[in-house]
């Protein structure tokens, strides 16, 4: 079993940052791949990015390629997201996941944390 807690998220203007924090508890963090999904309201939860185990390959919807960058620390079980120029269609509830490999599909993912709201003002 694998425990996510999500932290970071606020109100920000278009064009801000924000950095996400995904901190676990339980199972070594270094056995999962990790991702950052989203979902906003009346929406289905979409995939943001996704890290393998050692943090060697990445990979970023193109809704948010050049603008969200994906990181952990195994030594902290801790996975980031680092958003930058923010935009108004960023305003969603994030969520961390783990699972055994980076897949697109939310359906396949086997443990969630709770969720942080982001909110980007126009």
């Known amino acids: 079993q694998v425990q996510l807690v999500e932290s970071g998220g606020g109100l920000v203007q278009a064009g801000g940052s924000l950095r996400l924090s995904c901190a676990a508890s339980?199972?070594?963090?270094?056995?999962?791949?990790m991702g950052w999904f989203r979902q906003a309201p009346g929406k289905e939860r979409e995939f943001v990015t996704g890290?393998?185990?050692?943090?060697?390959?990445?990979r970023y919807a193109d809704s948010v390629k050049g603008r969200f960058t994906i990181s952990r620390d195994n030594a902290k079980n801790t996975v980031y997201l680092q958003m930058n120029s923010l935009k108004p269609e960023d305003t969603a509830v994030y969520y961390c996941?783990?699972?055994?490999?980076?897949?697109?599909?939310?359906?396949?993912?086997?443990?969630w944390g709770q969720g942080t709201q982001v909110t980007v003002s126009s």
């Open positions: 996941a783990a699972n055994l490999a980076v897949v697109a599909s939310p359906h396949y993912w086997d443990y």
């Open positions: 339980g199972r070594t963090l270094s056995s999962y791949a």
């Open positions: 890290i393998t185990q050692n943090g060697g390959s990445t």
